[in-house]
């Protein structure tokens, strides 16, 4: 199993960014997906969940009216559209799947089913 996430990079506050994870080695479609982000001396933190069925998603307050999580299970991949982003939003963002949604915003990161490496989103000011 492989989670790839992807899309990272440098921008300026109030601008955007869409993550991608593309999932391999698993049925994605049968597995809740989710963000989390780690910023330089924090600790990692839930940031968007979706459930299997797409009709259920977690934002963390700190994101909500911001950010959007989305799925396609035809190509097996997450979404994390970000917009208006802060110097705050600076970390490094993780996807990770999961069979328990709830799971997924309510346990740390290394208690997924699955995750993979990071990618570095960097908000300047």
């Known amino acids: 199993v492989q989670l790839q996430a992807c899309g990272g990079g440098l921008v300026q506050t109030g601008g955007s960014l869409r993550l991608s994870c593309a999932a391999s080695?698993?049925?994605?479609?049968?597995?809740?997906m989710g963000w989390f982000r780690q910023a330089p001396g924090k600790e990692r933190e839930p940031v968007a969940a979706i459930n299997s069925g797409s009709w259920a998603t977690y934002y963390a307050d700190s994101v909500k009216g911001r950010f959007t999580i989305s799925r396609d299970n035809a190509k097996t991949t997450v979404y994390l559209q970000m917009n208006s982003l802060k110097p705050e939003d600076t970390a490094v963002y993780y996807c990770a799947a999961d069979r328990t949604y709830s799971d997924l915003y309510t346990k740390q990161l290394r208690a997924m089913d699955y995750w993979g490496k990071g990618t570095q989103v960097t908000v300047s000011s």
């Open positions: 080695g698993m049925s994605v479609s049968m597995n809740a």
